[in-house]
C-alpha cells in the first residue's frame, strides 16, 4: 500500500524540523536525568520516560504547524488514525501484533540461548525468583507467578500502547509515509534509524544496554531498525497506526522475558539476549529472507500461466 497521497517526493525541509525537534525535544525532557548525579535511578525517572514517549507527537503537531499544508481531517487521515481505511485488516494485523511482537521477543532469547549468550533456568525460573521481594518468596509457586505474568502480556500491551501512540504518530505516522517515495524499504530503515537515535539522552545514562558510550547508541539504533522492520510493515499493510501502537505496547510489555526465563546464575547481557540485542536481531533477519523467498515463489507461481499462454499464442 502507497501512504504517499499528500506528496509524491520528499519534504526534506519537513522531515528535518521534525526530526531535529524531536530530538531536542528528547534532550530538554531528559535533561533532569543529566543534571541529577542519579540519573536513572532518580525518583524523576518514572515521570521522564513515558513524558519522552510523546514527543515525536509533539514534533508532529508543530511540523503540520509550521510546514505542512492541510486540514486536520486530512492528517488524521494520513497519521493513519482515523478513519480506519479497511478495518477487518487493520483488526487482524493489530490482533497478529499483539502476539507476533512477543513472540519475536521470545525466540530472540531462544536463539540467544541457541547462541549461549544467555543460561535459560525453565525449571526454577532462579532469575525472575531472585527478582522478588522476600515476602512474595515461598509464598506462591514461581512457576504459578511465570504463568502470570505471560498471560498478561496481551493485557500489558493495551495500556502500554497508550504511551506508544505517543512515539507512532510520530515514526510510523509521520515519518515512515513522509519518506515513503524513497521506496518502502528505504522509509522503514531509515525511520527505524531516526528512532534509535532518538533514545540517545536515555541510552549514553546507561538505559536499556548499560552501555552508556556511542556502542550503546549503535546496538540501540541497530534494534530499532530490526523491530521498526516489523513495526513499518504494518503500517503500510494496513495503512494505519494502531497495529504498530499495540505491537509497539506489546513489545515492551514483553521486554523483561529473558529476565523472567534466565538463570540467577548467570545475568544476561542485554545487548545480546535483550529485547532489542542481537538474538532479536537474527530472528527478525530470519523473518525478513523468509518473507522475500515467499514473495518470489509467489511471484514465480503466479507468472507460470502468462508465460504458458504466451507461448501457444
Known sequence: MNLTRMSRRVRWLSVGVFITT??????????????????????????????MMFTPSLATVLTVLLLDRGSWRSWLRH??????????????????????????????????????FV???????????????????????????VVVQLVMIPFAAIVNGLLAF?????????????LQPLGNWPAVL???????????????????FDRP???????????????????????????????????????????????????????PDLALAGPLGVGTWVVVLLLVAAALVARRVRNARSSVPVAAESRRT
Open 213 to 267: 558510550d556511542a556502542s550503546g547508541v549503535l546496538l540501540m539504533v541497530a534494534g530499532c531498525v530490526a523491530v521498526g522492520s516489523l513495526m513499518g510493515w504494518l503500517r503500510i499493510w494496513s495503512g494505519s497506526i494502531w497495529p504498530c501502537v499495540f505491537g509497539h505496547g506489546a513489545f515492551n510489555a514483553a521486554g523483561g522475558l529473558v529476565f523472567l526465563l534466565s538463570s540467577a546464575d548467570a545475568p
Open 119 to 145: 543460561r535459560l533456568d525453565l525449571a526454577e525460573f532462579s532469575g525472575f525468583a531472585a527478582t522478588l521481594p522476600r515476602s512474595m518468596q515461598g509464598e506462591v509457586s514461581i512457576h504459578t507467578l
Open 166 to 178: 505517543g512515539e507512532e504518530i510520530g515514526w510510523r505516522g509521520w515519518l515512515l509515509p513522509a
Open 190 to 208: 531509515l525511520t527505524g534509524v531516526a528512532w534509535g537515535i532518538w533514545h540517545t539522552p536515555l541510552i549514553l545514562l546507561g538505559y536499556n
Open 22 to 51: 524531536s530530538f531536542l525535544l528528547a534532550w530538554l525532557v531528559c535533561l533532569p536525568l543529566w543534571t541529577d548525579a542519579r540519573g536513572l535511578s532518580s525518583p524523576g525517572a518514572a515521570l521522564v520516560l513515558p513524558v
Open 79 to 116: 497519521l493513519g488514525v482515523w478513519p480506519v481505511s479497511m478495518p477487518r485488516r487493520t483488526a487482524l494485523l493489530t490482533a497478529g501484533a499483539i502476539i507476533a511482537l512477543p513472540l519475536t521477543v521470545a525466540a530472540g532469547v531462544a536463539t540467544s540461548a541457541a547462541f549461549g
